[in-house]
């Protein structure tokens, strides 16, 4: 099993930035990729930025340029660093690791954006 826990999430204006963690726990050896979904009211779960373990990122074509995520495996902690945010960023953010055929989630951090 593992276990992760999500953090820094707030309130924050348009434009401003905040700093999303997730720290992984448990059974964390041979975690391969780590990620960030977000889900809004009304709307599907989305993807918006995974890593693997060797640091090779993607990200939803809404938050290019924007949101960068990284990765402390030392730690085993991912993070997301938004940047420019929207008030379409709103949403509750979920922390998601891969371990062999098995999916993690958090239990997830909210995000809102005021205009």
């Known amino acids: 099993q593992v276990q992760l826990v999500e953090s820094g999430g707030g309130l924050v204006q348009t434009g401003g930035s905040l700093r999303l963690s997730c720290a992984a726990s448990?059974?964390?050896?041979?975690?391969?990729?780590m990620g960030w979904y977000r889900q809004a009211p009304g709307k599907e779960r989305e993807l918006v930025a995974g890593i693997t373990r060797g640091g090779s990122t993607n990200y939803a074509d809404s938050v290019k340029g924007r949101f960068t995520i990284s990765r402390d495996n030392a730690k085993d902690t991912v993070y997301l660093q938004m940047n420019s945010l929207k008030p379409e960023d709103t949403a509750v953010y979920y922390c998601?690791?891969?371990?062999?055929?098995?999916?993690?989630w958090g239990q997830g951090t909210q995000v809102t954006v005021s205009s």
């Open positions: 448990g059974s964390i050896f041979s975690i391969n990729t």
């Open positions: 998601n690791a891969h371990r062999f055929a098995n999916t993690y």
